[in-house]
């Protein structure tokens, strides 16, 4: 089967409304509360950061949703880098359901383009640690802000809770001496146990006076990216601990 036909039958309408059939249902699923949608902006560029957990990828799939749903936008989304280096049909079905390469040049061409960017900042390393620290963020990688100073692009904080319960991890492989970037997670479960979920869209972050000349300054994007950090890991724990309940 040629790209483009493997293109046009992954956006053939049936099967465009069986995924949007198919969120909802596991939305329903998980009972998941969705707070601040009027943040999501329904054009121009942005950068969307959220939380990365769970291992599976339910989390991923949800905001993605969330933004076509009220946003009622289509969206770009960084995912790593495997879904292009393993073989060409993959890499051809992960362009067509809105994926693009971690790549600099790549992020900064979808937000010139006025499309939204959606950005795990800890990378796989934040849905592929151990459920034993759930909750707790990996370290940011830099590039959402560079990104951001480069292009003017609005930051959106997201914070999920509920899909560290949805699939438990016990910790990662790390295969990058043989494959670059290459880590794989140890779960527990593959089926996605009914844990309740909640995502919630910030306000978008005052980034005070930039110029892309700080971009140079390494100093300042890594203390300003650990801000940044800090400041979403405070809300999402407090998010945790105000929960009712994980399952019932």
Request: proline residues 6%; glycine residues 6%; positive net charge.
């Amino acid at each position: 089967m040629r790209d483009e036909e493997l293109i046009d039958i992954l956006h053939h309408p049936a099967i465009e409304w069986s995924r949007y059939q198919l969120a909802e249902l596991l939305a329903r699923y998980f009972r998941l509360r969705v707070h601040g949608v009027k943040r999501l902006p329904s054009s121009g560029r942005a950068i969307l950061i959220a939380n990365h957990s769970g291992f599976a990828g339910f989390d991923a799939m949800m905001i993605g949703h969330l933004v076509r749903k009220y946003a009622k936008r289509p969206y770009k989304m960084v995912a790593h880098r495997a879904y292009f280096d393993m073989f060409q049909a993959l890499r051809v079905v992960a362009r067509a359901v809105g994926f693009t390469e971690a790549k600099m040049a790549r992020a900064v061409e979808t937000l010139e383009h006025d499309e939204l960017l959606i950005v795990f900042p800890e990378g796989e390393l934040g849905n592929f640690k151990s459920s034993w620290h759930r909750y707790e963020m990996r370290p940011f990688h830099t590039g959402f802000l560079r990104l951001a100073i480069a292009t003017g692009a609005p930051i959106i904080p997201c914070l999920v809770v509920g899909a560290e319960e949805t699939n438990f991890n016990l910790g990662n492989i790390d295969l990058t001496r043989f494959v670059a970037h290459l880590v794989v997670p140890l779960p527990v479960n593959i089926l996605p146990l009914p844990a309740k979920w909640s995502i919630e869209f910030l306000p978008p972050l005052d980034l005070g006076p930039t110029s892309t000349q700080l971009l140079d300054d390494h100093e300042w994007v890594q203390h300003k990216t650990a801000a940044i950090h800090a400041t979403m890991q405070r809300k999402l724990s407090k998010k945790v601990a105000a929960r009712s309940g994980i399952y019932w």
